[in-house]
């Protein structure tokens, strides 16, 4: 099929700036679409001239809201908006696509290219590129292959999108590239065998003939590397998926399951940075206060309770909104922003999080140690934040319609007059072109001028470059990567041939078999296959699903599997496949070649059946490495400043949640949970925020900039040869919180830095006097570039049409390491560039010295980026900074 014109969305709202776009509005909460689905039955035809508050789109029973201009940054999906597309040839259709949603729902905040954002959500009509298996590029034309009303329903924002074209095309936004393990490869299994042997050596014998069993090949030579012999029996043994299959059969084998669970640890990610929780604390880390920004919190758990905590410090000049709602010395402040004034009973006027996601950050922040926390069993062992001892203030800005701006600027004037120190927001939305159009970027500023620093979400945009949601330069952007901990769950046929998906999956099915069938096998009224297949909500026929596991043909959040009474859903997809999804019944993600295998076991007997495991906890060896879904660089507003900053733990992170809220976020999923397992730069963001509060607590006079100095030259270094777009993925590196209490130096920063930095990005001196209240102006002597802001890594630019490279960056240092030192620099760069430093040797004679040096890069670039680095070192400290030289578009 050639290219269709998609034509225009219905006209819910009418924009002044431009009359053919239109603002989306939908409701996203309690099964709104089955109300919806009463007023508009599949395939009417519909008029392009709908009125507006059409019964389609605004009724009691079906409210519409305005969608948010921000929306938080975690990978968990939106909630059923709703659209309509017209004017091309095929029967127009409702459906549901990943319209940016409220801010705890974490929806993509950047769905089309040429997307325009003024102080709404608009966009040019957009489709999904639905197809599996093919190979689109970036920016190249392609062909929509499959109907265009074939959407899938997306859980994170990497999906693949195209946009419509007026030539009559459409253009790759997004793509991933995946690695799919060998057959071969082996992995680590536990082969448990029941009860103990009396006899160690007869039972060492009986392992090794069961592997020599099972092996692939009879020449090779298997070996028990551990085995268990006082209270149970079995052993450990590398073995591929299919020996590891076999074993799983054997007649003296119980299970077979992959050697994940070695060490009993919950919030992981925080061991796996190298920051145990008996690392030294300063007694100063209770005066240090977290502003978290974000739906609030569940003030019952035991994340935060206050048993040891002494009153909040003196400094503090917060309050607490008691509606609902109580503080104590842990949690010692809390107030709710609405500017709308619209509440209802789903969503009370309270700061009470009936989400999740802001207990969840918050609990990632300063969380107390919380011991035998899991997820129903799942990542069981001891949950903690970062700063276990600071306390926390709740700024609750997101709702069910979504994070407002007037309410996100509110939540910093407050919190900066409260008087926290830290700043921690996982919210992100589009950045205009201009640092004061944008919220959060005005909030930042306004705190770094008052000493708070701002950690905020990089976005869920990745990854695509320059998809970041937040990168102003006094601030941190923070990307998400993964920690050595991964959630496999397995799926078996009933021919006994069984495959690895990804999920969290809390459902045990005990390996009963039940049947499968096909999801575009049975469609419901008034659908048909080709629409079935996607298991859109309602779009499946309870009589055919009921008691069956369904194989949808793309991810999807399995509401309509659920909805059709089924007792399990696959799903399958080539995106985000490292970030797994929570599903409100026993699910798996397969990768597409396994989904193709089912779909091929379905069709090849006549009485189909499978089964779901409950999620096994594997070792990742590859960890850490950014998330697919992260957003990259380089910022489209200053690309000379390096964002994201830094990198932290974002996927399948466990922490405190709130038991108003089902873990899968979809309604009928009726566990209620203290802990829950989801992935984003929402849970990356809190793990620096409490990384910078502990930084603080020995630090309490450190600026923002020498906090977010000290995390970045003590990084530890990602392989920009694993990462395709290195720094621009992971900024200067992972967080290493321990060492960066004693960075050596830090490269500081201030108010006039920034109003110089303003100055030469063509900022006017009537505008900087009114944002700063002060004589700020701009004359020719003070005019800075970004590559003359005193940051802690060099970013240097080269026009597209130009190998040749050359520019300089003034820099100063201060000393905060030992007071009589002498640092040598070192550097580190790709054949073909230069990079001097003058001086290469800095001397210091005192505490809070500083010392200036200037470093230059000449040469040739032959690829579109490359990475170096410089490193200054007095043998007690060593202070690095990431070098990114890079093309322009």
């Known amino acids: ?159 693949p999108m195209a946009m419509h074209d007026d030539t009559g095309g459409t253009e790759i936004r997004s793509m991933e590239l995946l690695r799919y393990p060998h057959p071969s490869e082996q992995a680590s299994y536990i082969v448990y065998t029941g009860n103990s ?36 029996g079995g052993f450990v043994a590398k073995l591929t998926e299919e020996e590891a299959n076999r074993m799983d059969k054997h007649e003296r084998v119980v299970a077979v399951f992959p050697n994940g669970k070695k060490q009993l640890q919950t919030t992981r990610s925080w061991d796996f940075l190298g920051f145990p929780l008996q690392v030294e604390r300063a007694a100063a880390e209770s005066d240090i206060i977290i502003g978290v920004i974000d739906s609030g919190i569940w003030p019952e758990s035991d994340s935060f309770n206050d048993k040891g905590f002494g ?40 700061v009470r999080d009936l989400d999740g996601h802001g207990t969840h950050t918050a609990s990632i922040a300063a969380g107390n140690q919380v011991s035998a926390a899991s997820m129903l069993g799942l990542a069981q062992g001891t949950a903690r934040g970062g700063a276990v001892n600071a306390r926390i203030a709740v700024y609750k800005v997101c709702w069910f319609d979504g994070c407002n701006d007037a309410d996100i ?43 708070v620093l701002t950690v905020t979400a990089a976005g869920n945009n990745g990854p695509e470059p320059s998809s970041l949601n937040n990168f102003s330069p006094w601030s941190i952007s923070v990307a998400a990567s993964t920690i050595d901990r991964k959630f496999v769950t397995k799926v078996e046929l ?65 509401t309509g599997p659920l909805a059709a009474n089924a007792v399990g859903a696959l799903t ?16 798996s993600y397969l990768a597409l070649q396994d989904g193709l295998a089912v779909y091929d076991y379905i069709n090849s007997t006549s009485n189909p059946t499978a089964t779901i495991f409950k999620s096994d906890e594997i070792k990742d060896t590859l960890a850490p490495f950014v998330a697919s879904f992260s957003s990259r660089g380089p910022s489209h507003v200053t690309p000379e400043i390096l964002k994201p900053d830094l990198v932290a733990p974002g996927v399948a992170i466990l922490a405190s949640w709130s038991p108003a809220s089902p873990p899968s976020e979809v309604d009928g999923d009726n566990r209620t949970l203290n802990f829950n397992i989801i992935s984003g730069t929402s849970m990356a963001c809190p793990h620096v925020s409490g990384a910078a509060a502990y930084v603080k607590s020995f630090h309490p006079t450190w600026s923002p900039a020498a906090i977010r100095s000290a995390l970045m030259t003590t990084a530890k270094q990602l392989s920009p040869k694993a990462e395709l777009q290195a720094e621009f993925a992971y900024g200067a590196g992972q967080i290493d919180p321990s060492n960066a209490v004693y960075p050596g130096l830090v490269y500081d920063a ?35 570039s970004a590559r003359d802001l005193n940051y802690a890594s060099f970013a240097l630019s080269v026009p597209h049409s130009n190998s040749k490279v050359s520019g300089s960056f003034n820099r100063t240092v201060t000393n905060v390491g030992s007071a009589t030192s002498t640092y040598r620099a070192t550097v580190t760069a790709p054949e073909g560039l230069k990079v001097e430093v003058n001086p290469c040797v800095l001397s210091f004679t005192s505490l809070n010295e500083k010392q200036t040096f200037v470093l230059t890069i000449e040469g040739t670039l032959d690829e579109a980026l490359v990475s170096a680095s410089l490193a200054w070192d007095d043998g007690k400290f060593h202070v690095r900074s990431p070098i990114v030289v890079f093309r322009t578009p």
């Open 1 to 159: 099929m050639g290219p269709i014109s998609l034509g225009r969305w219905i006209k819910a709202h009418p924009t002044t700036s431009n009359p053919r776009r239109f603002d989306f509005r939908g409701h996203n909460r309690h099964n709104c679409h089955d109300h919806c689905h009463r007023e508009l039955t599949l395939g009417t035809p519909i008029s392009a001239e709908q009125p507006i508050g059409s019964p389609l789109l605004s009724r009691p029973s079906c409210p519409s809201a305005l969608l948010p201009q921000h929306g938080t940054t975690s990978t968990r999906a939106a909630k059923d908006l709703h659209y309509i597309s017209l004017g091309f040839t095929h029967t127009p259709y409702l459906g549901s696509a990943p319209l940016p949603s409220r801010g705890p729902h974490d929806a993509p905040s950047r769905l089309c290219t040429g997307f325009t954002y003024t102080p709404s959500w608009f966009c040019t009509p957009c489709q999904a590129e639905g197809f599996p298996g093919t190979s689109p590029r970036f920016g190249t034309p392609a062909e929509l292959r499959t109907p265009l009303h074939s959407f899938p329903r997306f859980n994170t924002p990497a999906e």
């Open 197 to 232: 042997m009396m006899d160690e050596a007869s039972a060492l014998t009986l392992y090794s003939n069961m592997l020599q069993e099972v092996a692939d090949s009879i020449a090779e030579t298997k070996s028990v590397e551990y085995h268990y012999k006082r209270s149970l």
């Open 311 to 350: 009153p909040p410090p003196s400094k503090w000049k917060g309050a607490c909104q008691t509606k609902n709602f109580t503080c104590n010395n842990k949690v010692i402040g809390a107030k709710y922003y609405k500017a709308d004034g619209s509440f209802s009973d789903d969503d009370p006027k309270s």
């Open 409 to 451: 600027l509110a939540a910093f004037d407050d919190a900066i007059a409260d008087g926290v120190d830290i700043i921690s927001l996982s919210v992100g939305g589009f950045n205009d072109e201009n640092y004061f159009r944008d919220a959060i970027s005005i909030g930042a500023f306004h705190a770094e001028r008052n000493g």
């Open 494 to 558: 009933g021919t006994n041939i069984s495959y690895e998906g990804t999920s969290i999956n809390t459902f045990d099915l005990k390996g009963k078999l039940y049947p499968i069938i096909y999801a575009g096998d049975a469609p419901n009224k008034g659908f048909d296959g080709s629409l079935s297949r996607f298991c859109f909500r309602g779009s499946l026929n309870p009589n055919l699903t009921q008691g069956k596991i369904v194989l949808c043909d793309t991810r999807s959040r399995v």
């Open 572 to 587: 399958q997809g080539q995106s985000n496949r490292d970030a797994p999804t929570v599903f409100p019944l026993p699910a």
């Open 750 to 784: 201030g108010e006039i830095d920034y109003v110089r930095f303003l100055c030469g990005q063509g900022y006017s001196s009537n505008a900087l006097k009114l944002i700063t209240g002060d004589n700020s102006s701009c004359s020719e002597t003070n005019y800075g």
